[in-house]
Nanobody
Framework: VQLQASGGGLVQPGSSLRLACAAS????????LGWFRQAPGKEREAVAC????????RYEDFVKGRFTISRDKSLNTVYLDMHSLKPEDTADYYC?????????????WGQGTQVTVSS
């Protein structure tokens, strides 16, 4: 089982980015897939979560209305579309299998993709 995160980069405030989390060795139909982030010097925190069973989504307040989590079933990939990016969104972004709340780094995690929002 492996998760591969991609799509990070350096963008200006107000810009958009799409992150992708491709799963292999497992069918996301039966699991939650969560996006998390960790800013320098801060703890990892949840960002958004999607249920593979029914497509239900959940967002943390600080991204509501700006970020959208979605899934391409044919590619077994979950996306995080990020709009109106702010400097405080700068962080390493991780996807995790069957996690919507951060407790620890156990379980299956993608390797992280860096997002830097700066002018």
């Amino acid at each position: 089982v492996q998760l591969q995160a991609s799509g990070g980069g350096l963008v200006q405030p107000g810009s958009s980015l799409r992150l992708a989390c491709a799963a292999s060795g497992i069918n996301l139909d039966y699991y939650f897939l969560g996006w998390f982030r960790q800013a320098p010097g801060k703890e990892r925190e949840a960002v958004a979560c999607l249920s593979g069973k029914d497509g239900a989504t959940r967002y943390e307040d600080f991204v509501k209305g700006r970020f959208t989590i979605s899934r391409d079933k044919s590619l077994n990939t979950v996306y995080l579309d990020m709009h109106s990016l702010k400097p405080e969104d700068t962080a390493d972004y991780y996807c995790a299998l069957d996690k919507c709340v951060y407790k620890d780094n156990t379980g299956v995690w993608g390797q992280g993709t860096q997002v830097t929002v700066s002018s």
